[in-house]
C-alpha cells in the first residue's frame, strides 16, 4: 500500500522507487501483487508515467487513511512504551486543591498531555489494598504503611494549620504554639490525614493529669470545617486545604520550639509494576524534590 500510495502522488513508478531508495523493478512487483490480490487495476502504465484508474481512485484514498492511522498508532505504542503515553492511577487521601500533590499534578500532565491520569480519594486503608490488588498504580498518604511488599519513597511535609472561628480570641495571637491549644475542643474527621493529626494533638497536648479534649467525627474535611465556622469547636488540617476559601475561618499556622509543626507525605508503588507512566512520574518526584 505504501508504495501503491507514493506511485500516485509521484505519477511515476521510478520517481516513488527513488524516494525509497529500492530498485523500480522491486515497487512495480509489489503494485501489481496488491492489483492481484484486490482484483482491481490500480494504475494505467503509460511511457509519461503512472496515473491512478477510476477503480483506483477510491483504493489509493482508502489505504492513505490506513497508512496515516498505522503510523499514529506507531507513535503512539512509542510513546506509551516510553511513558510519554498510557494511564496511571494516583490514589491519595488530601486536598487537591492546593499543596505539593496539585503542583507535581499539574506538571505531570503539562509535560505528559497524552498520559490519562486518574484519581482515586479514599482513607489509607483502602489505598493499602488498592495499591496490591493493581487498582492503583501509586498511594501517596500521610505516615508509614509499614508494608516490606511495596517500595516507598519520602515525599514533601505540610504546615500543620489551626482552623478557628474568625471571633475565637486565638485569631490575634501573633503566633500559636501547641501549648496555645490547650484547654480547646477539637474534632478531626475520620478521613486521612484526620487519625494522624489526631495522634498528633494527643502527642502535643497530652500532659500529666490532661487529656487533650479530641473527638473524631465519620464526616467530611469541609463538614468538619463548616462546624467550626459555626463555632462549635477548632480542627487541625494540612496546608493543602487552604485551596479552598472557607467563610468565618481563619488558619493559624502551629509552631513547635524548633519551627512549624509539619506532616510527612510518602508515596507507595508496587516493586513488580513495569508502568511506564509511573516510571515518568517517580522521575518527576525525584527532580522536584530531590533531598526527600
Request: hydrophobic share 40%.
Amino acid at each position: 500500500m505504501r508504495y501503491a500510495v507514493l506511485a500516485a502522488e509521484t505519477r511515476s513508478f521510478s520517481r516513488a522507487a527513488a524516494l525509497l531508495r529500492i530498485k523500480q523493478a522491486t515497487l512495480s512487483r509489489n503494485v501489481l501483487l496488491l492489483e492481484h490480490r484486490l482484483g482491481v487495476k490500480l494504475f494505467e502504465r503509460r511511457t509519461r508515467g503512472a496515473f491512478v484508474t477510476p477503480e483506483g481512485l477510491p483504493i489509493i484514498a482508502t489505504a492513505r487513511r490506513i497508512l496515516t492511522e498505522v503510523e499514529t498508532l506507531q507513535t503512539r505504542a512509542r510513546a506509551m512504551r516510553n511513558g510519554d503515553a498510557g494511564e496511571l492511577t494516583i490514589g491519595f487521601c488530601s486536598s487537591l486543591t492546593a499543596g505539593d500533590l496539585r503542583f507535581a499534578i499539574v506538571e505531570f500532565q503539562r509535560r505528559f498531555p497524552d498520559v490519562r491520569l486518574n484519581g482515586v480519594e479514599r482513607d489509607r486503608g483502602f489505598l493499602h489494598h488498592a495499591l496490591h490488588a493493581g487498582v492503583i498504580d501509586l498511594a501517596v498518604v500521610t505516615g508509614d504503611l509499614g508494608d516490606p511488599g511495596v517500595r516507598r519513597r519520602p515525599l514533601w511535609s505540610e504546615r500543620v494549620l489551626v482552623a478557628l472561628p474568625d471571633e475565637h480570641p486565638l485569631v490575634e495571637t501573633e503566633r500559636i504554639y501547641w501549648h496555645d491549644l490547650r484547654r480547646q475542643t477539637f474534632v478531626l474527621g475520620t478521613q486521612d490525614p484526620g487519625p494522624d493529626l489526631v495522634r498528633l494533638l494527643q502527642a502535643r497536648l497530652a500532659e500529666p493529669g490532661y487529656e487533650p479534649d479530641v473527638e473524631t467525627q465519620d464526616v467530611s474535611r469541609e463538614n468538619v470545617l463548616a462546624m467550626v465556622s459555626a463555632g462549635w469547636f477548632l480542627t487541625l488540617v494540612s496546608e493543602s486545604a487552604l485551596g479552598v476559601n472557607h467563610p468565618g475561618i481563619i488558619f493559624r499556622e502551629v509552631h513547635e520550639p524548633t519551627g512549624q509543626a509539619r506532616i510527612d507525605y510518602g508515596c507507595y508503588w508496587r516493586s513488580d509494576d513495569t508502568s511506564p507512566a509511573l516510571r515518568r512520574f517517580l522521575g518527576l518526584i525525584r527532580e522536584r524534590y530531590p533531598d526527600a
